[in-house]
């Protein structure tokens, strides 16, 4: 197993003797207000990163928080964990700036195009662990690690180096934002994610974290699977779905979660418009695949990119959706997923043979 291996300067100490939860701190002692920020249409990792710090922000600087959400929240168990945890979010286009305002920055870097903050001059702080490097210039305080698993796991040793206590509620997000960004197999964790984990385990409550993993699934959620299953394409190791219409841009994510389970691919890729945008999902069920770097390569000037190793997305703006401007673009994308992986230009395999669905058709 090619695990994570654990980050060589752990407990963050730097020459002055402070770890980086102390310089966090530190930072925002002239702040009035701590806003938190996050991607477009947070994920559990965002969510969970957020709560944590602001209970750190409060526990320690006893400062008002703002934790902000970008965008809508799509995704079921997503929008049953906002509600089950009780989440206060503000649109982040909806928050009323005031001066001394810091602003923190988790799950995300500055102009990686997958946040709309419009005030990143008032970015105090971006804290992440993606691969996709953002521009932090200017940026007082920043801790990237890209070998965590999730940002939610940074978020848990600073509560522990501070000797925070976690509330239950806390926790239960904490937890639930790791476990998310674990899903899948092989596993994209390492040791710090799993000591997170054990950590949070016996804080959290196991029947809530039950109830918004198996959230009930929205209408759509079933006729954009049905489509993408009958318009799924097997190229060698990689299965392409095309969605028309995405009422939401996370059943994209949705369908590949499903689809990389297919037990004759490693790669899998769901795309479909949504709105003036065609929006792109990957996910890959083999180590070091670089996902995140695949799918910048195949988007490329079209539009933007980004991800982990097993897990990416994207987003390409229309300027027409108009079928066949659609369908020009769909056959290029997929020109460029076979390119980036090498795989023979032949003709696809149906993933249900067409005579299959003619015959449900007419009985
Ligand atoms: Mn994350």
Same mark, same amino acid.
């Given at each position: 197993?090619?695990?994570? &291996?654990?980050?060589?300067?752990?407990?963050?100490?730097?020459?002055?003797?402070?770890?980086?939860?102390?310089?966090?701190?530190?930072?925002?002692?002239?702040?009035?207000? *701590?806003?938190?920020?996050?991607?477009?249409?947070?994920?559990?990792?965002?969510?969970?990163?957020?709560?944590?710090?602001?209970?750190?922000?409060?526990?320690?600087?006893?400062?008002?928080?703002?934790?902000?959400? =970008?965008?809508?929240?799509?995704?079921?168990?997503?929008?049953?964990?906002?509600?089950?945890?009780?989440? +206060?979010?503000?649109?982040?286009?909806?928050?009323?700036?005031?001066?001394?305002?810091?602003?923190?920055?988790?799950?995300? /870097?500055?102009?990686?195009?997958?946040?709309?903050?419009?005030?990143?001059?008032?970015?105090?702080?971006?804290?992440?662990?993606?691969?996709?490097?953002?521009?932090?210039?200017?940026?007082?305080?920043?801790?990237?690690?890209?070998?965590?698993?999730?940002?939610?796991?940074?978020?848990?040793?600073?509560?522990?180096?501070?000797?925070?206590?976690?509330?239950?509620?806390?926790?239960?997000?904490?937890?639930?934002?790791?476990?998310?960004?674990?899903?899948?197999?092989?596993?994209?964790?390492?040791?710090?994610? @799993?000591?997170?984990?054990?950590?949070?385990?016996?804080?959290? +409550?196991?029947?809530?974290?039950?109830?918004?993993?198996?959230?009930?699934?929205?209408?759509?959620?079933?006729?954009?699977?049905?489509?993408?299953?009958?318009?799924?394409?097997?190229?060698? #190791?990689?299965?392409?779905? $095309?969605? =028309?219409?995405?009422?939401?841009?996370?059943?994209?994510?949705?369908?590949?979660?499903?689809?990389?389970?297919?037990?004759?691919?490693? $790669?899998?890729?769901?795309?479909?418009?949504?709105? /003036?945008?065609? *929006?792109?999902?990957?996910?890959?069920?083999?180590?070091?695949?670089?996902?995140?770097?695949?799918? /910048?390569?195949?988007?490329?000037?079209?539009?933007?990119?980004?991800?982990?190793? #097993?897990?990416?997305?994207?987003?390409?703006?229309?300027?027409?959706?108009?079928? &066949?401007?659609?369908?020009?673009?769909?056959?290029?994308?997929?020109?460029?997923?076979?390119?980036?992986?090498?795989? @023979?230009?032949?003709?696809?395999?149906?993933?249900?043979?067409?005579?299959?669905?003619?015959?449900?058709? /007419? &009985?």
């Amino acid at each position: 197993m090619a695990r994570r &291996s654990a980050e060589p300067d752990c407990s963050g100490r730097c020459s002055t003797g402070l770890r980086r939860s102390d310089r966090f701190l530190l930072g925002l002692q002239p702040a009035r207000r *701590v806003v938190f920020v996050s991607h477009v249409h947070p994920d559990p990792d965002s969510l969970g990163s957020m709560l944590g710090l602001a209970h750190l922000v409060q526990a320690r600087l006893n400062k008002p928080t703002v934790l902000t959400r =970008d965008g809508p929240i799509a995704r079921a168990e997503n929008r049953a964990m906002v509600e089950v945890l009780q989440l +206060d979010l503000t649109p982040v286009d909806a928050v009323q700036w005031q001066d001394n305002d810091a602003v923190v920055m988790v799950d995300s /870097q500055p102009n990686t195009g997958r946040h709309s903050l419009p005030y990143t001059n008032r970015l105090y702080a971006v804290i992440d662990h993606h691969d996709t490097p953002g521009d932090l210039t200017g940026v007082p305080f920043s801790d990237i690690r890209t070998r965590y698993g999730a940002t939610c796991t940074l978020i848990t040793r600073y509560l522990i180096e501070q000797q925070v206590a976690i509330p239950e509620r806390v926790a239960t997000a904490l937890l639930y934002g790791i476990e998310t960004e674990m899903a899948g197999y092989p596993r994209e964790a390492g040791p710090a994610d @799993d000591e997170a984990l054990l950590y949070l385990y016996p804080l959290a +409550d196991k029947d809530r974290i039950a109830q918004i993993r198996n959230a009930r699934l929205p209408q759509s959620h079933f006729g954009c699977l049905l489509q993408a299953l009958q318009s799924s394409f097997i190229y060698d #190791r990689l299965i392409i779905s $095309w969605v =028309d219409e995405l009422p939401h841009p996370e059943h994209a994510a949705e369908i590949v979660d499903f689809m990389i389970r297919f037990e004759k691919v490693d $790669w899998a890729v769901c795309g479909g418009v949504c709105g /003036q945008k065609f *929006v792109l999902s990957v996910r890959a069920a083999i180590e070091n695949a670089r996902a995140g770097e695949l799918l /910048q390569q195949v988007v490329g000037e079209l539009g933007r990119a980004g991800g982990h190793d #097993r897990r990416a997305g994207g987003c390409i703006p229309l300027t027409s959706t108009t079928p &066949s401007a659609i369908d020009e673009l769909q056959a290029r994308l997929r020109r460029r997923f076979l390119k980036a992986l090498k795989i @023979d230009e032949v003709r696809g395999q149906r993933l249900i043979p067409l005579r299959s669905m003619l015959q449900n058709l /007419q &009985s």
